[in-house]
């Protein structure tokens, strides 16, 4: 069974600096794609980023960016210039090409500081 | 492009009574719906893919009879909560699969539920 673990609870970090998110997942499939949804006090789901297993070059969405290291399973999500609108929960996916279902980790509560 | 919209997004009932919530698609066909339920600081959890024209698959655990789903039609998908007791008080989130992208979804603002 797919699984997707986010180690870090509760993140925080200041006004404008860097922070990064850390996702690990567990696959037998070669075909799949990564996500991070963002769920802000609104409650909202927001998508972030996406990911396609079989693309090497790492996704970028002006200030987010991923360091996908497919061997190690590993699926980091980078906040740059980070900004109090991105204080949020931040959850990590899991989506195998042929399932319709998204597997969820457990989330990150991102705190901003400023 | 791709909205999904919920309704209510919040309802108050009492116990022993149902209730409906509405998830549509409002500019896109979803042949696929989910429905996720999300407990205070936690992350989703899956209780049913919704296909339009077909009975809904529930994941493990999850009681059928008591959160009844209908997808009617391509961009509407809707959870009945019979019988409703005080512990299904809780945030409803629905998604939609996005046409053309696959694997992702577009999710609904949520309804919270709350059962007195």
């Known amino acids: 069974a797919q699984t997707v673990t986010q180690s870090q609870p509760e993140m925080s970090v200041q006004e404008a600096e860097t922070v990064t998110l850390s996702c690990t997942y567990d696959t037998s499939e070669s075909d799949y794609y990564l996500f991070w949804y963002k769920q802000p006090p609104s409650r909202q789901m927001i998508l972030v980023i996406r990911?396609?297993?079989?693309?090497?070059q790492n996704a970028t969405e002006n200030r987010f960016s991923v360091n996908f290291q497919k061997a190690a399973k590993s699926f980091s999500l980078k906040i740059s210039d980070s900004q109090l609108g991105d204080a949020a929960m931040y959850f990590c996916a899991y989506i195998w090409f042929g399932n319709e279902k998204l597997t969820f980790g457990t989330g990150t509560r991102l705190t901003i500081i400023p | 492009g791709a909205v999904v919209s919920q309704h209510p997004s919040w309802v108050i009932c009492k116990s022993g009574t149902s209730v409906k919530i509405e998830c549509r698609s409002l500019?896109?066909?979803?042949?696929?719906m989910f429905w996720y339920r999300q407990f205070p600081k936690k992350s989703l959890m899956l209780m049913a893919t919704s296909n339009e024209g077909s009975k809904a698959t529930y994941e493990q655990g999850v009681e059928k009879d008591k959160f009844l789903i209908n997808h009617a039609s391509l961009t509407l998908s809707t959870l009945t909560v019979t019988s409703a007791h005080p512990e299904d008080s809780s945030f409803y989130i629905c998604s939609a699969r996005a046409p053309g992208l696959a694997g992702e979804q577009y999710f609904g603002p949520g309804t919270r539920l709350t059962v007195t």
């Open positions: 500019d896109f066909q979803a042949t696929t």
């Open positions: 990911q396609e297993a079989y693309k090497q």
